[in-house]
C-alpha cells in the first residue's frame, strides 16, 4: 500500500508539472488577455474559510477571517451545504477533476449566517459564498438574508449561485429538486425586486457551474461566471476558451463592461507551483482566483499570503 506521503508527493509532482504546461498553453489558447485584463495589475486572490467540520474546527472560523483581514488577500469565501444525508461519491459534479466529496453526516453551518458573522469581524475584505445552493432556500427569504448582510457589510457581499446536485439533500430539506433550475433563475428578477427600495446596489450575482448552462445564464442575468477546477487538473486552455466564449456571448445578449470570473481553485501545492498557476489562470482572463489557505489553525500558508504580491504580466 503506498503511502499518504508517497501520495502527497506525486501530487506536488502533478502540480508542478501542470504549472509549467499552463504557461506556454495559456499563451496559444488567448492571445488577446491582457486586453481584456490591462497590461498589468495587482493579482486578486481570495481564500475559503472551512465551514464544515468537527468542533474544533469550526470555532476556527473567525480567527481564520480576522487573519485573511490582517493580510494582502483580497476576500474571504465560504461554500454552501445545510444537510448531508448519505454517500455522495456517485453523483459529485467534480469527482474527475481530482476533489473529494463532502462526508456524509458533516456538520455545515448556514453560509449566509456565517457571512454575517465574518462581516461583523472584517472591515476591508470583500465575502462571499462559492456558491449558495439556489434551490434550498426560498428565493425571496434568501435574496432578503443576502441583502441584509451586504447592507450591513457595508456593501461588501459577492454571491456564487448554484442548482445544485446532491439531490438527497433536496429532499431530506422537503423541497423538490427537479425544480432547482428554475429557482436558480429566480435569482434574476428575485434579487432586484428585493433592492428596488434600497440606495445599496445589488452585491454581484456569478453562476456557479463549468457547464455552457451556466455561462449562458451568466451571459443572460448574471454578474459573471464562478467555475471550480483543482489544483491537480486545471485545465488552463479550457478556461481560456470558456471566457472567450462567455465575452461573446455577454456581448451578444447586448451586456455592457465585461463579466466578472471569479475561478475557485481547489487544492494545495507548493508555493511555486501555486503562484504558476494563479498567475496562468489571471493570464486566461480570471479576474480573481479563489484557493485553499493551507490552514494550520488559524495560520494562513506562507505560499497564499504571497500571492498578492505576484504580477500579472506578460
Known sequence: MRSDGFVTACRRCTAAIVARLAWSSILLAR????????????????????????????????????????????????????????????????SGLGMSPPRA???????????????????????????????????????????????????????????????????????????????LDCWRDEARRAWEDSSHAVPPLLVAGNGRASRDRAAAWGDGWLPQQHLSTVDVAWLAACIDELDQSWSTCGRAGDPRVVLRLSGTTDAESLQGLVLATLRAGVDEVVVDAGWNGATIDPGVLALPSARCTT
Not at 472560523?61 to 444525508?85: F, G, K, N, T, Y
Open 105 to 183: 453526516g458533516e456538520m455545515w453551518l448556514d453560509a449566509i449566517t456565517v457571512l454575517s458573522a465574518l462581516a461583523a469581524n472584517t472591515t476591508r475584505l470583500r465575502l462571499g459564498i462559492a456558491a449558495l445552493v439556489a434551490g434550498l432556500r426560498p428565493v425571496p427569504i434568501a435574496a432578503r438574508q443576502v441583502r441584509t448582510v451586504h447592507v450591513l457589510a457595508g456593501d461588501r457581499i459577492e454571491v456564487g449561485l448554484a442548482a445544485g446536485w446532491l439531490m438527497e439533500e433536496f429532499t431530506a430539506l422537503g423541497e423538490d429538486p427537479t425544480d432547482r433550475y428554475r429557482r
Open 31 to 94: 492571445q488577446v488577455t491582457m486586453s481584456r485584463r490591462g497590461d498589468s495589475r495587482p493579482t486578486a486572490i481570495g481564500v475559503r474559510i472551512p465551514t464544515q467540520g468537527s468542533g474544533d474546527e469550526l470555532s476556527l472560523v473567525l480567527d481564520r477571517v480576522r487573519a485573511v483581514e490582517r493580510s494582502d488577500l483580497s476576500s474571504a469565501w465560504v461554500s454552501d451545504h445545510l444537510v448531508i444525508p448519505g454517500p455522495t461519491r456517485d453523483q459529485f459534479p467534480f
